[in-house]
């Protein structure tokens, strides 16, 4: 059974940082494409960042382009998310995301960033 | 920036109606579009893929269709369980996989 369990989230104030993990198993980790979405109260889905599997490509959404930084360890069949200089906005509840389209979705942890 | 815009935006709907979702590409994308189904507190869920190809295990009521930058979601008896929120996701530009921004279906 494919599982991805994200940690990481919590309360922090403007300016600070977070590090997210996703902990996946049941799947050949090291072969799939992965991302990060994000989910503002009340809001839609937004797609934060995607890392190809052998790490060669990496993109972000322009809301999060120089802050937050993904990454990956095949080895650890785990995905990250650096998110530095919070704002309020990216308060969200944050997914990790399994290949493209997205099979299957952790269950996602909550960020909130206020004073 | 590929922009997908969905309508409508609010539909409410009785179980038992058929029902269609739209989702308009600022651009071609082929046929590189999912459709996934968000309820509260808990995560997405992919129903279609490809434009019309039905992820494995979603019932047969759900359907897709479309190619180009023109497409439908298409539930043909809604069930209680089906009201929840929808969005369309492109694939088309690598790893940058933008969603619309969402229809929210409920019960009349």
């Known amino acids: 059974e494919v599982q991805l369990v994200e940690s990481g989230g919590g309360l922090v104030k403007p300016g600070g940082s977070l590090r997210l993990s996703c902990a996946t198993s049941g799947f050949t980790f090291s072969s799939y494409s992965m991302s990060w979405v994000r989910q503002v109260p009340g809001k839609g889905l937004e797609w934060v960042s995607s890392i190809s599997s052998t790490m060669s490509y990496i993109f972000y959404a322009d809301s999060v382009k120089g802050r937050f930084t993904v990454s990956r360890d095949n080895a650890k069949n785990s995905l990250y998310l650096q998110m530095n200089s919070l704002r309020a906005e990216d308060t969200a509840v944050y997914y990790c995301a399994k290949g493209g389209p997205f099979d299957s979705w952790g269950q996602g942890t909550q960020v909130t960033v206020s004073s | 920036d590929i922009q997908l815009t969905q309508s409508p935006s609010f539909l409410s709907a009785s179980v038992g109606d058929r029902v269609t979702i739209t989702c308009r590409a600022s651009?071609?994308?082929?046929?590189?579009l999912a459709w996934y189904q968000k309820k509260p507190g808990k995560a997405p869920k992919l129903l279609i893929y490809a434009a019309s190809t039905l992820q494995s295990g979603v019932p047969s009521r759900f359907s897709g269709s479309g190619s180009g930058t023109d497409f439908t979601l298409t539930i043909s008896s809604l069930q209680p369980e089906d009201f929840a929120v929808y969005y369309c996701q492109q694939l088309y530009s690598y790893l940058t996989y933008t969603f619309g921004q969402g229809t929210k279906l409920e019960i009349k």
């Open positions: 651009q071609g994308i082929s046929s590189y």
